[in-house]
């Protein structure tokens, strides 16, 4: 049996440990946003989080839908403006997919803290009761009945936000927003608290006073995925990555969608 020398043992352990403070380190943030798109062409978009290298985004489409680049609020570069709402058969539908594209799992929040968030613009005209286009899903991983699930939506004009985990769910609604004005709608799980919270943007891109700030204490358990679900934006993909017929196509703009673990800064919305 050869013996390592203890130079050796020392080197050995250092590279160990380097590679695994390394893995600990990465910031798990996703934020996708859309400043260097041309308004008035499909967009091209991109993760500008420290999780770019981990991750794919790519748009998924369907009967000619198209996300087009728009005006963002001022100084804020362009946002993604997703179909028009419509409920016929072949409607054209869009939504983007996030994936993870290494074996670290960026996408799952397990038992850590973590907050997803983006700022909306709904249009006027965005869903119809009892349609295959009733709502606007902004932001989702995992399906309503499946183990764990995160997920931002508006329906009939009002925000919420459902966690569920191994153990437990929560449903936290907010106030109606108005169609045509910018918000922010930003979901989070400290420990066991989930908060809500809804602000307007202004026009300068800081933030109004909260028009909801909701919370609930409950224990849900961690959140785990096969690594494999995608992240979506502006509406519903089944687990293989394809548009689900029940889209929840979103109707408007969104911008700065954000899904941050591990790293919360719960104290600071912007």
Known sequence: MKHRRPNQLRGAVAVIAMSLLATACIDKRITVRFDSQSVGNPINPVNIGSSGEFTEIAVVSTNGGEIIGAPGISGNGSAADF??????????????????????????????????????????????????????NVMQRGLFNETSQFKIQIDNGNPSCRLKGTVDDVFLGASSITPGEVYRIRCERIGTTVRLRVWPVNTDGSLGAAITDNTKTVDIGPLVFDRSIPLSVGGKLSNDGTIDPATDQFNGT???ATLRIDFPEFDNPS
């Open 83 to 136: 179909p028009d709402h419509s409920t016929g058969p072949t409607a054209p539908r869009a939504v983007l997919r996030i994936t993870n594209t290494g074996n670290l799992g960026l996408l799952n929040p397990g038992t850590r803290d973590f907050w997803f968030s983006a700022d909306v613009n709904l249009d006027t005209t965005n869903a119809t009761a009892g349609s295959n286009d009733n709502g606007n």
């Open 254 to 256: 969104i911008d700065n």
